[in-house]
């Protein structure tokens, strides 16, 4: 069903209506001034709503099959394109959506006269280039030399930790994810949230099941063909690549399966930046939030301990190459 502006008591009506005979007992019937009621509640309804009782499919029996009653017709009427997995009110929302910056993206472009330095100069210069093939095809992975140099000049797993806080800043991000969402537990506030990440596959399973043992396969063959398109040979694109897996491996071993996240007490772990330091004494909060000019004051989420403990774990003791090869990568 698409979202509903009915009056609530009309809605309710609907479905006490549709439920009535969900009863094994002998069904009550409404008093003839409660059904006028309801008639009249529905009547004095809107014109302009969006809800409409003929979307509700009566030949289905709300009591056996409440969802068919209510979404049998527009599932019928909204099949899932062939390029979609699902499809539901809010995806045609999304592409609806989508489909709206296409246009202000491809006037902008169009624009040529549009001021120097202004929004629709950028957005429009910024469409132009990402549509410009030919350009992209003949710069190759020359746009990614200053960063490959960078990652290629790491000595230390302090650099790493450099590194990594540099990437953040330039906003990028790597190997967890970070970013402002509301505080758990009190939602007057926003706080900061280190998450879990780093990996490629969906799950940590990927990693380790039989189930997998060709998507893993897959998976590898694709980060050597990825390190060949930066100009890694083929012998040194092969070592590396496994390389990647492994730390990947270690990664996911250390993180919490979808079903463990939906528990909120796996995704909150409120700590200050001293105790968070004290859990990763290789990676400097206080400098990664002062470098991002985050005014951390009270403490942040470092959602998964076990999982950055590991991370802080292998800024210690995994060699700078295999660091180098996943950073590449």
């Given at each position: 069903?698409?979202?509903?502006?009915?009056?609530?008591?009309?809605?309710?009506?609907?479905?006490?209506?549709?439920?009535?005979?969900?009863?094994?007992?002998?069904?009550?019937?409404?008093?003839?001034?409660?059904?006028?009621?309801?008639?009249?509640?529905?009547?004095?309804?809107?014109?302009?709503?969006?809800?409409?009782?003929?979307e509700l499919d009566s030949s289905i029996n709300a009591c056996a099959d409440f969802n068919g009653y209510v979404n049998a017709k527009w599932v019928a009427a909204n099949p899932i394109p062939g390029d979609k997995t699902r499809w539901g009110a809010f995806d045609e929302l999304r592409e609806k959506s989508l489909e709206t910056q296409h246009r202000i993206v491809e006037q902008a472009a169009a624009k040529k006269d549009a001021a120097a330095g202004s929004i629709e100069q950028k957005i429009g210069a910024l469409y132009r280039s990402g549509m410009d093939e030919a350009a992209i095809e003949q710069l190759g992975h020359q746009p990614l030399s200053a960063e490959i140099?960078?990652?290629?000049?790491?000595?230390?797993?302090?650099?790493?930790?450099?590194?990594?806080?540099?990437?953040?800043?330039?906003?990028?991000?790597?190997?967890?994810?970070?970013?402002?969402?509301?505080?758990?537990?009190?939602?007057?506030?926003?706080?900061?949230?280190?998450?879990?990440?780093?990996?490629?596959?969906?799950?940590?399973?990927?990693?380790?099941?039989?189930?997998?043992?060709?998507?893993?396969?897959?998976?590898?063959?694709?980060?050597?063909?990825?390190?060949?398109?930066?100009?890694?040979?083929?012998?040194?694109?092969?070592?590396?690549?496994?390389?990647?897996?492994?730390?990947?491996?270690?990664?996911?071993?250390?993180?919490?399966?979808?079903?463990?996240?939906?528990?909120?007490?796996?995704?909150?772990?409120?700590?200050?930046?001293?105790?968070?330091?004290?859990?990763?004494?290789?990676?400097?909060?206080?400098?990664?939030?002062?470098?991002?000019?985050?005014?951390?004051?009270?403490?942040?989420?470092?959602?998964?301990?076990?999982?950055?403990?590991?991370?802080?774990?292998?800024?210690?003791?995994?060699?700078?190459?295999?660091?180098?090869?996943?950073?590449?990568?």
């Amino acid at each position: 069903m698409k979202p509903t502006s009915l009056k609530p008591l009309a809605i309710a009506a609907g479905i006490a209506i549709a439920l009535s005979g969900c009863t094994k007992e002998p069904a009550v019937e409404a008093t003839p001034a409660a059904q006028e009621a309801a008639k009249q509640t529905v009547a004095e309804a809107p014109k302009h709503v969006a809800f409409d009782i003929g979307e509700l499919d009566s030949s289905i029996n709300a009591c056996a099959d409440f969802n068919g009653y209510v979404n049998a017709k527009w599932v019928a009427a909204n099949p899932i394109p062939g390029d979609k997995t699902r499809w539901g009110a809010f995806d045609e929302l999304r592409e609806k959506s989508l489909e709206t910056q296409h246009r202000i993206v491809e006037q902008a472009a169009a624009k040529k006269d549009a001021a120097a330095g202004s929004i629709e100069q950028k957005i429009g210069a910024l469409y132009r280039s990402g549509m410009d093939e030919a350009a992209i095809e003949q710069l190759g992975h020359q746009p990614l030399s200053a960063e490959i140099a960078k990652i290629d000049a790491l000595k230390s797993g302090k650099d790493v930790a450099e590194y990594l806080k540099d990437s953040f800043t330039r906003g990028q991000g790597t190997l967890f994810s970070f970013g402002a969402e509301a505080d758990f537990k009190n939602s007057s506030r926003k706080i900061a949230y280190a998450f879990q990440g780093g990996i490629g596959l969906p799950t940590k399973d990927y990693y380790t099941k039989q189930d997998y043992a060709a998507i893993r396969e897959a998976y590898v063959a694709h980060i050597e063909r990825v390190l060949t398109l930066i100009g890694t040979d083929e012998a040194s694109a092969r070592k590396q690549a496994a390389t990647v897996f492994a730390f990947e491996k270690s990664l996911a071993a250390a993180s919490l399966a979808p079903v463990e996240l939906r528990n909120p007490e796996n995704q909150y772990h409120f700590v200050t930046v001293a105790e968070a330091n004290r859990i990763t004494p290789h990676f400097d909060w206080a400098a990664f939030f002062s470098a991002q000019d985050a005014d951390v004051t009270d403490g942040f989420s470092l959602s998964q301990p076990t999982f950055f403990a590991e991370v802080d774990r292998m800024l210690a003791k995994t060699p700078v190459a295999d660091w180098q090869a996943y950073l590449r990568y």
